[in-house]
């Protein structure tokens, strides 16, 4: 079945760590974005991809940082410099163009907690 | 700046009932807006997009509509069940074309049997 894989489902961090969050999709999608999701808000755009080897910043980009070296993959680091990281992340893609519902494919999310 | 706003607080109804949903925007010029259901602990689901050009747009018990004079869309579930109770999002495409969805901060949709 196709699909958007988020992984670990749950993350504890210490002060000071920088982690990591993988994002795996088998869509064939071109575009992957990366969410921030706090209690009572809505989701905020940290970074996105349109194409391999290319990404750009979002609304929230500060202590974060991407790579997409493949089309299945756009992975997510929380480095030290993110003041406040504990949250719910999530990973989604879509097809890019005018055409079809622009539906975007969210994975189930990564709750990173700092301990 | 762009804004999204949708009621913070939760909608309670009677199981049976319509229940509508509110997405208002500001500084925006969207080529399409779409509604998602987000259950807690788990990613948003897509439900319906609808595009500038379009009025209404039906998909079983939920209708969506989509007034660009207002910068409103209201999204209707009809014969509302409790299995419906969840988190309802509008995203609007970001300006510029970029057709990267922005998020407002969702509705709580609360149906009592």
């Keep these: ?38 209690p ?15 990404f750009q910043k979002g609304d929230i980009a500060e202590g974060y940082s991407v790579s997409r070296e493949k089309k299945e993959s756009f992975p997510l680091t929380v480095t030290s410099a993110q003041k406040n990281p504990t949250a719910f992340y999530l990973c989604a893609s879509s097809i890019v163009g005018t055409g079809g519902s622009r539906e975007a494919f969210f994975g189930q999310g990564t709750r990173l907690t700092v301990v | ?14 199981e049976g009932k319509t229940a509508t949903l509110t997405c208002n925007y500001t ?3 969207p080529a ?14 897509f439900l319906l997009l ?19 004079t207002l910068k409103q869309s209201l999204f209707h579930i009809t014969a509302s069940q409790p299995a419906d109770s969840a988190t309802y999002l509008c995203a609007l495409d970001r300006t510029g074309g970029s057709y990267i969805p922005t998020f407002g901060r969702g509705t709580s949709l609360i149906v009592h049997p």
């Excluded at chain 1, 989701?43 to 391999?52: A, C, G, H, K, T």
């Design chain 1, 40 to 54: 009572g808000q809505g989701l905020r755009l940290i970074y996105y991809s349109q194409i391999v080897n290319d």
């Design chain 2, 27 to 29: 500084n925006y010029s």
């Design chain 2, 32 to 45: 399409y807006l779409q509604w998602y259901r987000q259950d807690p602990g788990r990613g948003p689901v």
């Design chain 2, 50 to 68: 609808i595009r500038e050009n379009e009025k209404e747009k039906r998909k079983e018990r939920l209708k969506v509509t989509f007034d660009t």
């Design chain 2, 1 to 14: 700046s762009q804004k999204i706003e949708q009621n913070s607080e939760a909608l309670n109804i009677q």
């Design chain 1, 1 to 38: 079945d196709g699909g958007i894989t988020q992984s670990p489902k749950y993350l504890f961090r210490k002060e000071g760590q920088n982690v990591t969050l993988s994002c795996e999709q088998n869509l064939n999608h071109d575009a992957m974005y990366w969410y921030r999701q706090d």
